[in-house]
């Protein structure tokens, strides 16, 4: 997401491209890494309000 890398100092989680309970899976081809901060403005983004 932000094109920073990844290291045990910055952390990481594991993301669902396709969340679990819209039919996602745990499959490698549906997990990415990313960086604790990307990770919430991810889910802020998509759980925010409608428009």
């Known amino acids: 997401?932000?094109?920073q890398y990844i290291t045990f100092e910055t952390g990481w989680n594991i993301?669902?491209?396709i969340e679990r309970h819209k039919g996602g899976s745990d499959?490698?081809?549906n997990l990415v890494l990313?960086?604790?901060n990307c990770h919430r403005k991810?889910?802020?983004?998509?759980?925010g309000?409608?428009?």
């Open 27 to 29: 499959k490698l081809e």
């Open 49 to 51: 309000p409608a428009s």
């Open 34 to 36: 990313l960086h604790p």
């Open 42 to 47: 991810i889910h802020a983004l998509s759980d």
């Open 15 to 17: 993301h669902h491209i």
């Open 1 to 3: 997401m932000c094109k």
